[in-house]
T-cell receptor
Framework: GIQVEQSPPDLILQEGANSTLRCNFS?????LQWFHQNPWGQLINLFY???GTKQNGRLSATTVATERYSLLYISSSQTTDSGVYFC?????????????FGTGTRLTIIP | DAGVTQSPTHLIKTRGQHVTLRCSPI?????VSWYQQVLGQGPQFIFQ???????GRGNFPDRFSARQFPNYSSELNVNALLLGDSALYLC?????????????FGPGTRLTVL
């Protein structure tokens, strides 16, 4: 099956710093999503981005489908950005669909 | 509009018991998927249902089963619970029918097996 790897696994930053999280995937995908998982386990949708670039406030994401990677940028980090960030890719095969999650990046923002 | 809802939020069971978890999708969404997230790992796909039919199944034993009802809500059943079934169980919904649709997750049910 498809492999989805994220880097770095852990990231500790001072408040106000910028960061780039990477997601590599091993095969062509139908879509890609970025999530932020808060301490209570809730997965919060950040981006639905099978290709191209999107921005939402301090966050932006770029997916280069032909090269099989996606990047999540966080600028001017705040303590509320702490948590685990997951990318997830969807492959659809004759109506059989599943999201495969990456290994996650744990981000800690220090005041 | 309400998001995806799941019940119960927490559950404690003992080995060998049976458990039923419930999920209500976002209004208008016809596809529901179930995921298991063990502590420290990413969610793992269990099942996908669309229009009450199973459309996908992950690598889980037959102790795991699910169904979708006419109102598109869904149940996940796990029989003969093992300690290793302790996890956060997440339900996701999407509009369905076409792959290029965003999935939205519920808050999860945290299952502890003693």
């Amino acid at each position: 099956g498809i492999q989805v790897e994220q880097s770095p696994p852990d990231l500790i930053l001072q408040e106000g710093a910028n960061s780039t999280l990477r997601c590599n995937f091993s095969d062509s995908v139908n879509n890609l999503q970025w999530f932020h998982q808060n301490p209570w386990g809730q997965l919060i949708n950040l981006f639905y981005i099978p290709s191209g670039t999107k921005q939402n406030g301090r966050l932006s994401a770029t997916t280069v489908a032909t090269e099989r990677y996606s990047l999540l940028y966080i600028s001017s980090s705040q303590t509320t950005d702490s948590g685990v960030y997951f990318c997830a890719v969807l492959i659809s095969n004759f109506g059989n669909e599943k999201l495969t999650f990456g290994t996650g990046t744990r981000l800690t923002i220090i005041p | 509009d309400a998001g995806v809802t799941q019940s119960p939020t927490h559950l404690i069971k003992t080995r060998g018991q049976h458990v039923t978890l419930r999920c209500s999708p976002i209004s208008g969404h016809k596809s529901v998927s179930w995921y298991q997230q063990v502590l420290g790992q990413g969610p793992q796909f269990i099942f996908q249902y669309y229009e009450k039919e199973e459309r996908g199944r992950g690598n889980f034993p037959d102790r795991f089963s699910a169904r979708q009802f006419p109102n598109y809500s869904s149940e996940l059943n796990v029989n003969a619970l093992l300690l290793g079934d302790s996890a956060l169980y997440l339900c996701a919904s999407r509009r369905g029918g076409i792959s290029y649709n965003e999935q939205f997750f519920g808050p999860g049910t945290r299952l502890t097996v003693l």
